[in-house]
T-cell receptor, first 115, second 115 residues
């Protein structure tokens, strides 16, 4: 069972459409990050959200952290073909009696934007 | 500045063999984390090193080990390879210790195939 559930797993849309990807958990995270990964490359950090209810915008991408810091969403407005990729959320949890912080990744959402 | 480099990029090994993967972090970064990425399990944390000390370890068997050198370069070793070890192994570097605390920069990964 994944600690972080992402939905949908796969999403195929036309250029210009809007979409939302969700990341849900029963755990409370100290911070949550979103990454995008393209084939043959490592994930690239898009944003870090820290405060419950926080909203961050990165051009056409809007990220929201849930009030209880257990969930997050990524909304893309007017998707472009360049947005195609694997989107990963990752929550940071304190482990080892609070001595270390560890990232747990969601299973990912494979987004394909068609021209 | 140069990004995170991983060598080799591709590797084919036989069951029972051992393998060593190398990661050179971004200059000035002292934290290196290792992850295993597979289609079934997604991205899973292996271990994190900071200033030559292992700070945190994921839930992997003892066949997986790592180390960090004084120049922050890191290696991970997998002994007695199994078919299920076939995966993309990613390393990520950051300036400070503690995942989720500062931006992690991922390398392109090493694609390991075990036959």
């Amino acid at each position: 069972t994944q600690l972080l559930e992402q939905s949908p797993q796969f999403l195929s849309i036309q250029e210009g459409e809007n979409l939302t990807v969700y990341c849900n958990s029963s755990s409370v995270f100290s911070s949550l990050q979103w990454y995008r990964q393209e084939p043959g490359e490592g994930p690239v950090l898009l944003v870090t959200v820290v405060t419950g209810g926080e909203v961050k915008k990165l051009k056409r991408l809007t990220f929201q952290f849930g009030d209880a810091r257990k969930d997050s969403s990524l909304h893309i407005t007017a998707a472009q073909t360049g947005d195609t990729g694997l989107y990963l959320c990752a929550g940071a949890l304190w482990v080892s009696s609070g001595s270390a912080r560890q990232l747990t990744f969601g299973s990912g959402t494979q987004l394909t934007v068609l021209p | 500045k140069a990004g995170v480099t991983q060598t080799p990029r591709y590797l084919i090994k036989t069951r029972g063999q051992q393998v060593t993967l190398s990661c050179s972090p971004i200059s000035g970064h002292r934290s290196v984390s290792w992850y295993q990425q597979t289609p079934g399990q997604g991205l899973q944390f292996l271990f994190e090193y900071f200033s030559e000390t292992q700070r945190n370890k994921g839930n992997f068997p003892g066949r997986f080990s790592g180390r960090q050198f004084s120049n922050s370069r890191s290696e991970m070793n997998v002994s007695t390879l199994e078919l299920g070890d076939s995966a993309l192994y990613l390393c990520a570097s950051s300036f400070t210790a503690g995942q989720g605390a500062s931006e992690q920069y991922f390398g392109p990964g090493t694609r390991l195939t075990v036959t």
